[in-house]
């Protein structure tokens, strides 16, 4: 055995300097490039990041847009940054991408000291300026520009494509068909259990935030709403009136909308009133993912926090139904 081996190592060697053996090819190219982009003008622009991919274009694209919370162009939620992952991965397949910071995030003392501060200030605004630029880029087709919501921003999607114009449709991932109102109750149940919280601290918990979604429903003084649920009156009524089936009804352009089955912030419950709304209407894509979270990752359903606390990467297979779907268009 001694012998055979040592001869084996021999006539590698020999393969080697004779040429058989190949040299270890290069790292493919990449297949994007990244640049800064700025969305808006003067003191209060968004910085954010462009990812064109290689080649002549001109490309289709898409704008993301957060969910809720100030967040970073990435979305970066613990560990994961779930809109860094599609955009790369729709980069890498031929699509345009832009993220930005959200105005939370980067003049959150601005935002502190407007009294009418409200969901379109917030995003949508931002968002339609985001799709004026990116369709006025070199190498962006300007016909194909689409709009990604994650959450609170799929909730928008359908608002924001109705405004911005030449917005050439909308892809929607854990969208609500109900009030944020509605959801923040029930999502702080879920996680009572989730957590072993006892009922009747939940009970606790729950008092204040009930009394004041009933209050800002009755357009009644709501000067606590900051210290309870973390933003202004104006802020939460205008999520409040938020109807993102009346905004997807009113579009003339296509929309697909992806949900994942163990997605614990937006539930199957939730997915239902899309299939109810648009099962029938071809303008509309529905898909969903058995296994994914809220974040389009792999989820275990066993451990539905890991999710937001372990690292993990967007789906590849949403990621490509989404390329697909832009691609078609």
Avoid: C
């Avoid at 590698?12 to 300097?17: Q, R």
């Avoid at 003392?109 to 369709?135: C, H, M, Q, W």
């Avoid at 030449?166 to 957590?195: F, V």
Wanted: glycine residues 8%; aromatic residues 6%.
């Amino acid at each position: 055995m001694k012998i055979r081996h040592v001869a084996l190592m021999l006539l590698l060697a020999a393969a080697v300097s004779a040429g058989w053996a190949q040299e270890p090819s290069s790292p493919p190219a990449p297949a994007y490039t990244e640049r800064d982009f700025s969305v808006g003008e003067g003191d209060l622009a968004l910085p954010g990041t462009l990812a064109m991919p290689q080649g002549a274009g001109p490309f289709p694209a898409v704008v993301l847009v957060h969910g809720s919370g100030p967040q970073d162009r990435d979305s970066t939620i613990g560990p994961n940054r779930p809109l860094r992952d599609i955009a790369h991965g729709l980069a890498e397949r031929g699509i345009a991408t832009l993220r930005y910071d959200k105005r939370t995030k980067v003049y959150p003392i601005a935002v502190s000291f407007d009294p009418g501060f409200n969901v379109d200030r917030e995003s949508t605004d931002d968002t339609v300026a985001a799709v004026a630029a990116l369709r006025a880029t070199p190498g962006v087709d300007p016909g194909r520009v689409f709009v990604f919501g994650h959450s609170l921003g799929a909730m928008l999607t359908p608002r924001i494509v109705q405004r911005a114009e030449g917005a050439a449709g909308g892809i929607m991932l854990a969208a609500s068909p109900r009030s944020m109102l509605d959801l923040i109750p029930e999502q702080m149940e879920r996680m009572a259990g989730i957590q072993g919280v006892t009922p009747a601290a939940l009970a606790a918990r729950l008092e204040p935030i009930n009394d004041l979604i009933a209050r800002l429903r009755a357009g009644e003084d709501a000067s606590d709403s900051t210290a309870i649920l973390g933003a202004q009156a104006a802020y939460l009524r205008s999520a409040d009136a938020l109807d993102p089936v009346a905004d997807a009804r009113a579009l003339q352009q296509p929309l697909l909308i992806l949900h994942g089955g163990h997605d614990i912030q937006v539930t199957d419950a939730d997915w239902q009133g899309w299939v109810d709304a648009f099962t029938d209407d071809p303008r509309v894509t529905l898909k969903r993912y058995p296994q994914l979270s809220h974040l389009g990752i792999v989820a275990d359903p066993d451990r539905p926090m890991a999710t937001y606390q372990e690292p993990g990467v967007v789906d590849e297979g949403l990621i490509d139904e989404v390329a697909r779907w832009i691609l078609a268009r």
